[in-house]
């Protein structure tokens, strides 16, 4: 009876504790479910998707893989699916520089010339901190590559990329003085610390961050031919959107990206913020620490990664985004709890979703959402969207040919169906090069004025009498670029 009596009680103990344990069961299996509606439109047959690490207090609580990795051999993500993260990236070449300062090798507040001479001097100091937090002013590469007629599916390496930014005469603006996002400067960081340490970024960060927490499944990749196992192709939707195709890059240039990794990996990484195993906590307050302009102003960027708040939370994270690839990494360090979304589809937008996993385990301590006016939409579409009218005979004024001694190229452009566009891009001795602007129309939007695609670029021309003479291209993160008519 006694043995029976405590069997007994055992029983009612064990099913108290199945009962708890249902009910937690429970309630993880609806928030599960809520991040699975995240991704359901990913998981239609045959399309490409996201993985997915949700990290709380150094443990993964849920990891999942939507879609497919390799459409054309029907693989599914995983966990252990590798993605090329993109700028995302920055952060590990951040840390790379400040561990060689923290080893007496460079200090951030030296002259970029000291480690790259062949730079032009633009007559004022430009500082590695300025590469860190994009307040060098230097015109970004991958713009100057596009706007050169660099076919985006070409191999290009470090030697082409510093070759074409050691043409460029000028400056978006003074050192310090103004803030924008430049691939430039963390490619130029993966020169110096080659430079200083005589090992290579990817070998720099394999020693020095990747090897000691164990992130077996990540690389910098600086080398188009080599093998990533378990690598996850990247893809977009065809223009019909009927289908995908293919869009992998082959550029071999590292710092402002080209790390490959695993939502699994990516936690060791995470957990560092609180361990500081690798650079210590010192040097994780310093690539946490947001730039500041000459005038004082603090930004939101630091070295690597943007500090925020979202819904009243402190948030630390960088998005990526390279050919087909997406990527966020995404941390709330007062709660302890990140999101990591990586993703292989052009149009996945994993920002967006990444914050939506966070709205389903975080929002009883999240401010409300706040909604933006779908009127103040409208109205900056409209004042884009404002053009002016000219002639065929008005925009013949503008046609020719324009060199840029910069770009290395020549834009010829001619009056077709009653606009003005790029008709070829020419190199040195006349071969062409790839016409990124072939369907686009100059919109005349001023005298002399004109805007170019959706990104809106600006064209503005100057003129000897009634002839245009030359004229200066601002493309979004390249300004003030000059293109003279030729002879």
């Known amino acids: 009876m006694l043995c029976a009596s405590n069997a007994g009680l055992v029983l009612a103990g064990d099913n108290a504790g199945q009962n ?21 439109d990913l998981t239609a047959a045959g399309s490409p998707g996201c993985a997915l690490g949700v990290y709380r207090g150094g443990q993964i609580i849920y990891e999942k893989g939507y879609g497919l990795a390799n459409i054309e051999e029907n693989v599914p993500i995983s966990p252990k699916s590798v993605f090329d993260i ?8 951040a840390t790379s520089i400040l561990l060689l300062e923290k080893a007496g090798k460079l200090s951030v507040e030296d002259d970029v010339h000291k480690y790259i001479p062949e730079l032009p001097d633009y007559g004022k100091k430009i500082t590695i901190l300025n590469l860190l937090n994009h307040t060098s002013g230097l015109r970004d590469y991958l713009t100057l ?20 930014i050691v043409r460029q005469k000028g400056l978006n603006f003074a050192p310090g003085s103004e803030y924008l996002y430049s691939n ?65 890059s082959y550029f071999e240039q590292t710092g402002d990206g080209a790390v490959h990794t695993t939502v699994e990996d990516l936690l060791k990484w995470d957990e560092n ?7 210590g906590k010192i040097l994780l307050g310093e690539l946490q620490e947001t730039a500041k302009l000459n005038d004082g102003k603090r930004l939101n960027y630091a070295k690597g990664l943007v500090v925020s708040d979202y819904r009243g939370l402190r ?35 994993p920002t967006r979703r990444a914050s939506q996993v ?68 020419l190199d040195k001795i006349g071969i062409p090069r790839a016409n990124n602007f072939a369907k686009e129309d100059f919109r005349p939007t001023g005298t002399d004025i004109f805007t170019v695609g959706e990104d809106a670029l600006t064209v503005k021309f100057k003129r000897d009498g009634g002839t245009a003479t030359e004229f200066q291209l601002d493309a979004g993160r390249s300004t003030g670029i000059v293109f003279r008519r030729m002879k």
């Open 86 to 93: 993109g700028s995302t990236s920055k952060q590990f070449t």
């Open 184 to 248: 430039t400067g963390f490619f130029l960081l993966s020169v110096i610390v080659e430079r200083v340490s005589g090992k290579t970024l990817r070998e720099f960060a394999a020693e020095n961050i990747f090897s000691p927490l164990q992130m077996t499944h990540t690389r910098f990749r600086d080398n188009h031919r080599s093998l990533v196992p378990e690598r996850a192709m990247a893809y977009d939707e065809n223009e019909k959107k009927d289908g995908f195709t293919l869009d992998v």
């Open 20 to 40: 708890a344990a249902a009910r937690g069961n429970g309630n993880q299996q609806k928030l599960e479910a809520a991040v699975d509606e995240v991704f359901q």
């Open 358 to 425: 966070a709205d389903v385990y975080l929002n009883s301590v999240m401010k409300p959402k706040t909604v933006k006016s779908a009127e103040a939409d409208d109205d900056e579409r409209k004042k884009e969207a404002a053009t002016i009218s000219l002639t065929k005979e008005q925009l013949a004024a503008y046609a020719g040919d324009y060199w840029s001694e910069e770009m290395g190229v020549s834009y010829r452009l001619a009056v077709r169906d009653g606009a003005l566009k790029v008709v070829a891009v």
């Open 273 to 279: 913020f609180y361990s500081g195993q690798v650079g």
């Open 145 to 164: 590559f596009d706007i050169a007629g660099v076919n985006i599916d070409s191999v290009t390496t470090d030697e082409d990329a510093l070759a074409l």
């Open 315 to 349: 948030m630390v994270s960088h998005g990526g985004s390279w050919g087909g690839y997406r990527a966020q990494l995404m941390r709330f360090p007062d709660q302890h709890f990140s999101v990591a979304t990586l993703c292989n589809l052009g149009s996945s937008d």
